[in-house]
């Protein structure tokens, strides 16, 4: 029985107050990988208790790793190894998580038993193929359903190879996958990225004393450290806050503090985005904990105005264009994005989804092939469906701030994902939003 949730806003509001929003997903995902793989014992505070992040540490708990937790977002991780995974009895079943499907493919790829990963019907449409290419290349064997889909077998054998990979296109799960499998592989692996990608993995592994080498785009791992136990405060996840920040921008009479946020700089081109949009964003209380960077985000409200959104800027906010589409939508002119085809394999196409729902709610919103033509304008009511993706359903909750009617939002259970507390936050901030289950 899978349960059906629709949101409703009510037009208006504002944004105050002060908040923290859950832990960084990215970062959840790989503190289990990289904890259950180290020797000695890892305490993660701060582990967002998403669906997404809970299938990895299940797959690990399966492959005989003890975890206990989590408890309030804290949990302890008894490392094994890096030989030290057993084989699982049952496929591993990951859900909606793309990030946990491709980085345990680089991952299980050295292994010495099979493996096979499944996930829901959304996450068995994504592409895997640019992650199979190259670990086959490094002499993985890995058997897929057609076009390279999951369920995906991964056969245990012992013969890794490193291999230099040069990334057709800007990814950091296929730069992880590499990495990951790396660690089991003889010789130097090296990807080169064409565009700066998220690098949670590679200081993560800093983090856990393995060496890893970084010369300009070009990452490299080899099989000749080990992994040693650390503690880990995963910080609140930016591409989560992004709806708050883009919720406080246009709704009026809006000031919000966003707590111990994640600013890495390859995930902060959503506030470069906003704030050449005019937003009115100021960090304060920068410090570094575990590797990454973290800081208290202050956001007003602005009177917003279109921008042609810089290139080099999209892989960095690649998760965030849901609501900064909505951002686009209540801007003053016209806002254009190019170079964002990765956003029509997401979870789902957002690029035509977040077009279709945006003309629903009477902006007017054109879909490229590779991005989108937005005019800001007045935001009306109405129905919208997500598609079961949880960044486009709290996009147009967002919506709701600036619309002059009420917006219902159908699919919306999957922002258990990311984000399960969102609706109860965004109401106590001050959105008018209700929820409600139907089976």
Do not use: W
């Not at 990951?94 to 959304?122: P, Y």
């Not at 042609?308 to 998760?319: G, R, S, T």
Request: glycine share 12%.
């Amino acid at each position: 029985m899978t349960q059906s949730i629709t949101f409703t806003v009510q037009p208006g509001g504002h944004l105050r107050g002060e908040a923290r929003v859950p832990g960084d997903k990215s970062i959840s995902h790989r503190s289990i990988m990289l904890g259950s793989l180290a020797e000695g014992i890892t305490h993660v505070s701060g582990f967002l208790e998403g669906e997404d992040a809970l299938a990895t540490l299940r797959s690990f708990q399966a492959m005989g790793v003890e975890i206990e937790g989590p408890i309030n977002g804290n949990v302890t991780i008894h490392g094994v190894g890096l030989d030290g995974l057993t084989a699982p009895k049952d496929p591993l079943y990951l859900g909606n998580s793309g990030t946990s499907m491709r980085l345990l493919c680089g991952l299980l790829a050295g292994q010495k038993f099979d493996a096979v990963l499944t996930g829901d019907e959304s996450l068995s449409g994504r592409p895997m193929k640019r992650v199979i290419d190259p670990l086959s290349q490094m002499g993985a064997v890995i058997e897929s359903a057609d076009q390279g889909r999951a369920p995906l077998t991964i056969r245990g054998q012992a013969g890794l190879h490193g291999i230099h990979y040069d990334m057709p296109i800007a990814s950091a799960q296929v730069k992880s996958c590499l990495l990951l499998a790396g660690l089991y592989a003889e010789g130097v692996t090296s990807v080169i990225e064409p565009a700066p990608t998220r690098d949670h993995t590679e200081r993560m592994l800093v983090g856990f004393s393995y060496p890893v080498k970084k010369e300009g785009s070009q990452v490299s791992i080899s099989r000749q450290g080990k992994l040693t136990a650390t503690d880990i405060d995963v910080p609140s996840d930016i591409s989560s806050a992004a709806f708050f920040l883009v919720g406080a921008s246009i709704a009026p009479d809006s000031d919000l503090i966003l707590k111990h946020v994640g600013v890495n700089p390859t995930r902060t081109g959503i506030i470069d985005i906003l704030k050449l949009m005019g937003a009115d964003i100021e960090l304060s209380n920068q410090r570094t904990v575990g590797g990454e960077p973290v800081a208290d985000i202050r956001v007003q409200s602005a009177q917003l105005k279109g921008i042609a959104i810089p290139e080099n800027l999209v892989a960095l906010a690649i998760d965030e264009f849901p609501v900064i589409f909505v951002a686009a939508a209540c801007a003053e002119g016209e806002t254009v994005l190019t170079g964002a085809k990765e956003l029509r394999v997401k979870e789902s196409d957002r690029i035509q989804v977040m077009a279709d729902g945006l003309k629903t709610l009477g902006v007017n919103a054109k879909p490229t092939e590779d991005g989108m033509i937005i005019q800001g304008g007045v935001i009306g009511g109405g129905k919208v469906i997500s598609h079961h993706d949880h960044r486009i359903a709290m996009a147009f909750a967002i919506a709701g701030l600036r619309a002059n009617d009420a917006i219902l939002i159908d699919d919306c259970a999957n922002v258990n994902t990311s984000f399960p507390s969102f609706v109860t936050l965004a109401s106590q901030l001050g959105l008018d939003i209700s929820s409600e289950e139907k089976v």
